[in-house]
């Protein structure tokens, strides 16, 4: 079966520095998406993205947040100024078409730890 | 009231059991309603999606809605070691647009006992 891609898998960085997230959608989809998860916690929305423009994002992606596709195949998500409370599970994922019978394909994961 | 609660677990059960995990909701503007099975470092992957109200059967699982009580089930039976994992539930609404905001349960741990 296709399968998202993520990288890194692990990601350790400052408070304060900018990371970006990777990510290699399933080819023939359109619709973007990054999710995190704090440990212990929920499976949480942070944007939808598609036609290179946003479609809906949370009250958690903030200014500090971004999300690009540079080109025919990566999705990345930017946090500019890394704070302790951006430490979480990051997860990408996919669909084909939107609407909410349509099955999103989700990667493994970049686990963010910022110290 | 939390948009979606889960009991957390964890649930721990001999093989062969049948395993009834459960959310319930707040908003009623859900109406897609799905299990995701999350293994050990993994992303959530998509078991079972239903429409509205009623049942869905595939194989050993079975989903149940319940949009009068608020309340969705996913059934097991016959569950296997394999079947170890946690169990999120996640909802959307019925959205135009591009968009397939999800929200998710916080998941539940069920451990299968050989």
């Known amino acids: 079966e296709p399968e998202v891609t993520q990288t890194p898998s692990h990601q350790v960085t400052q408070m304060g520095q900018e990371v970006i997230l990777r990510c290699v959608p399933i080819?023939?989809?359109?619709?973007f998406y990054w999710y995190r998860q704090i440990l212990g916690q929920k499976v949480e929305f942070l944007v939808s993205f598609y036609n290179n423009e946003i479609s809906e994002k949370s009250e958690i992606f903030d200014d500090q947040f971004s999300v690009e596709r540079p080109d025919g195949s990566n999705f990345t998500l930017k946090i500019r100024s890394t704070k302790l409370e951006d430490s979480a599970m990051y997860f990408c994922?996919?669909?084909?078409?939107?609407?909410?019978?349509?099955?999103?394909?989700f990667g493994s994961g970049t686990q963010l730890s910022v110290l | 009231q939390k948009e979606v609660e889960q009991d957390p677990g964890p649930l721990s059960v001999p093989e062969g059991a049948i395993v009834s995990l459960n959310c319930t909701y707040s908003?009623?503007?859900?109406?897609?309603f799905m299990w995701y099975r999350q293994y050990s470092r993994k992303g959530p992957e998509l078991l079972m999606y239903t429409y509205s109200s009623g049942n869905k059967e595939d194989g050993r699982f079975t989903a149940q809605v319940d949009k009068s009580s608020k309340y969705i089930s996913l059934f097991i039976r016959d569950s296997q070691p394999s079947d170890s994992a946690t169990y999120l539930c996640a909802m959307s609404a019925l959205a135009g647009g591009a968009t397939n905001k999800l929200i998710f349960g916080t998941g539940t741990l069920l451990a299968v006992q050989p």
């Open positions: 994922a996919s669909s084909a078409r939107p609407g909410g019978n349509e099955k999103l394909f």
């Open positions: 908003n009623s503007a859900f109406q897609y």
């Open positions: 080819s023939n989809h359109l619709y």
